[in-house]
Structure formats: C-alpha cells, structure tokens
C-alpha cells in the first residue's frame, strides 16, 4: 500500500499502537518484530481485538484488514514522516547523554503555560518511539517536544530525518553506551547530528555556550540562542548557594532577577533547568510563569527523586548510570549535610572499552569523600572496588536481603545505577 492512501486510512482511525495486548478500537495495530518477539504472530488477535487494521511483514497472512508491506518498521516510521510533514507547530529535539529525559519533562512544563504541548511519552526516544511520538501527536498542538536516544554513530541524523526537528537541544555530552558507540568521539559525533539536521534546515539550536564542546558544534549555525552561567545573554542562571538537599537557582531573565527552588536534586540538574527556561524565553514565555513551571515541576520514574520514607531521606537516582551522570550525583550528595549518609550504587552498562576505567574513577571519587558508606551492587563494581572498604554485593536481590536484615535508619541514601540493575528493588526496604 502506498503511504498516501496508509495515511488516509491513519487520519480516520483512532490512531496506531504496536502492542495487541492493549489495542482500542479502531486503531492501526503495526507487527513490529523484537528479538523474542514477532507481532506477525499476534495481527489477527489485534484485529480479533477491534484494530482497524494490520500492519504486517509476514507474506504468509492475508486477509481484508491486513496491510503486508516490506518491512513495518521502515513504514511506520515513513507514515510518521507522513504526519510530521502535515505538523505546522514548532518541533523541539533533544537529545544529550544525559538530562534528556528531564529537560524534555521541565521543557513540558514550561511551554505549557504558552499552549498545548505534545512530548514524547517516559523515554521512548528511539526508532521506535519517535514515530510513535510523531503519529500521537494532534494537529492543534502549539509545540512538539521530541526526545531522541541512540547508542550507534547515524541513529539521531535517521531521527530527525523522520522527525524534521525546527529546534534542537544537545543537553550535554559524555561518556555512555560507549559499548555501541566505540568511542567517545562517536558519541560526540552522533549527538551532533541533531545540530547538523538543523544547520542544513535552518532551524535553531539552543544551547550552553558555557560547554565548549556545544559551543564548537554550534558554530556557524545562523540561529542560535546561547544560555549560560552569568553573562550577557537573555537568560542567565546559577545554583544558589544554601544547605538545602535540592537545587536551588538564582537567574537574570530579560533583565529581571529571580531567586527559586526547585524539585530537583543535585546541581548537576541546572543544566536542564537553564535549558528548558532558554526555550521558554526564545517562545515569549513571561519570566514568571517560566519560573513558576521549573519550581512547581516534580520529577518522576527515579529520576533526581527526593522521597521521605519515616525511616530514611532517598534520593531516587536508578533510571540511569554513566561516568559523568555518576560523579555528578555522587559529588552533590558529598556536598549534602547529614549526619548519616549511604551510597548504593549498581553497575554502570554498555560502557565497553571503557567499563574498567569508568568503575575505576568512581571508586577513587568514593576514596576521597568521608563519613560516606559505601554499597557496592554488581560484577564490575566488585572487580573496581576489591580493595576499597565498601559492602560488594552481585545483585540488587542480594543488597535488598541485606538491607532486610540491616534495616538502616536515620541516613541520607542516594541510590544510582543502570536500569539493568534493578536498584528500584530496594526502595521500599530503605
């Protein structure tokens, strides 16, 4: 089927989804295949299930309401073109090796004080969940926030291919998935690709001309809109100084001075923060109302999370892990004062070549802070750590039983690690 008469047939449906465990009525059910999975197998169940159609790649299955095309992803991601290209509002990228998730959420937030916001739903920022991003999108929309992840070189340019972004944000850029990537200028270059989408767009970026890196790969860009720390720009902002457990900011926007707290932990935070209030100036955002959004913004899916349990302060930081975002939150924590202070922190994945060193630096960070204890959860921390004073356990199962019998009280606990360590499991033992 061409993409035309598909994207007709996608204008009067209720939309599209890729699971058939939870289609609705009159949406377009697309037979992605995953490595332990073909959703092939499950077509006739979504349309069983009251899909409008099927979007399938297996020859095999026939039928009124089956669509057989060459590869479903290709085509999903084609019809989300599609859609993008119908799309008139402003389209804001982000990507960054860390924060993404963050400024996307804080970006949200500020821009919904201007008009209707659509943004990428958690995390799914790849090939899949882009498309899946754009094609939810509604046509009265005033913005599109679109978050893009990838771990290989040429994954963001296919992105914004599909996502043709009008504004983009690089939050940062450090060492992570280095294990797909292979280096860290691979990183550096992949990330860039939201940068150069725009340079031959003329789109906007906008970004921390205090970052040299970010600074150097937006020269030459004609539309640029710089924030920073103190300086001469439209927006300026720094962490205000206090004893407080989260982040607080003292910013000039438009001349207008603002002190606030936010809901964020860590000053490492600011960076997302200053991100989100630079794209809500350059949209004519009023100063207060940007203000108000960042204070009033909660964060969410344990990211930079500060919950009180009646037995222990926990900062929730387990979504992710990498060297930068770890020393970060391992040196906003140091800076806390409490009496009591513990660290759990699991296993950093997909770092490849750089697994060894990453853990390595970690581990002579810890060396140097004091009146910290150290939990220790997984392999490559076991290897890093072997003659560091610090409690090794190879899973989240096994410091979960431990902190059972332990049951610790009265301490200040930051809890980091990949996703793959499952660190979430000693929430509500702490």
């Excluded at 949406?27 to 077509?43: M, Q, S, V």
């Excluded at 991601?77 to 119908?86: G, Q, S, V």
């Excluded at 804001?92 to 860390?98: A, E, F, L, S, V």
């Excluded at 606030?260 to 860590?266: P, Q, W």
Aim: proline fraction near 4%.
């Amino acid at each position: 089927m061409e993409i035309e008469r598909l994207y007709a047939l996608f204008r009067n449906s209720a939309g599209v989804t890729t699971d058939s465990r939870s289609v609705r009525k009159g949406e377009i059910f697309f037979a992605l295949k995953g490595p332990t999975h073909d959703g092939n197998r499950h077509a006739v169940a979504a349309l069983g299930e009251g899909a409008l159609a099927a979007v399938v790649d297996d020859p095999s299955l026939c039928g009124e309401r089956i669509i057989v095309v060459n590869d479903v992803l290709e085509t999903m991601a084609a019809l989300a073109a599609c859609h993008r290209h119908r799309l008139q509002m402003p389209v804001i990228g982000i990507t960054g090796t860390n924060g993404k998730t963050t400024t996307k959420e804080l970006l949200t937030a500020v821009l919904s004080r201007k008009g209707r916001v659509h943004s990428t739903a958690g995390n799914l920022n790849n090939h899949i969940g882009v498309p899946l991003t754009l094609l939810s999108a509604p046509d009265d929309a005033a913005f599109l926030v679109v978050e893009m992840g990838a771990n290989h070189v040429g994954e963001i340019a296919a992105l914004c291919e599909t996502a043709k972004p009008t504004h983009g944000i690089i939050t940062n850029i450090g060492t992570a998935h280095i294990e797909g990537f292979g280096s860290f200028e691979n990183v550096r270059k992949a990330k860039s690709e939201l940068y150069q989408s725009l340079r031959l767009s003329g789109g906007t970026v906008i970004f921390n001309d205090d970052n040299p890196i970010l600074s150097e790969l937006a020269a030459g860009i004609v539309s640029q809109v710089p924030y920073s720390a103190p300086g001469n720009h439209s927006l300026t902002a720094q962490a205000a100084k206090g004893e407080g457990m989260l982040l607080s900011v003292e910013a000039i926007i438009d001349g207008k001075e603002f002190r606030f707290d936010t809901g964020l932990f860590g000053s490492y935070n600011l960076d997302n923060v200053r991100a989100a209030m630079a794209a809500g100036l350059l949209f004519d955002v009023p100063a207060e109302e940007i203000v108000d959004a960042v204070s009033t913004y909660r964060p969410a899916n344990n990211r930079s999370q500060v919950t009180e349990t009646g037995r222990n302060t926990v900062i929730r930081d387990a979504y992710n892990a990498n060297p930068s975002s770890m020393e970060k939150a391992i040196a906003s924590f140091a800076a806390l004062k409490a009496e009591r202070k513990m660290v759990i922190l699991g296993d950093m994945l997909e770092l490849g070549s750089e697994s060894v060193s990453g853990h390595a630096a970690v581990i002579r960070q810890l060396r140097q802070m004091e009146g910290i204890m150290a939990v220790l959860v997984g392999p490559l921390f076991g290897e890093a750590a072997a003659d560091f004073p610090a409690r090794l356990f190879g899973s989240s199962e096994a410091v979960a039983k431990w902190l059972r019998s332990e049951n610790p009280e009265g301490y200040t606990v930051l809890v980091k690690g990949s996703r793959g360590m499952a660190l979430e499991k000693v929430y509500p033992l702490l």
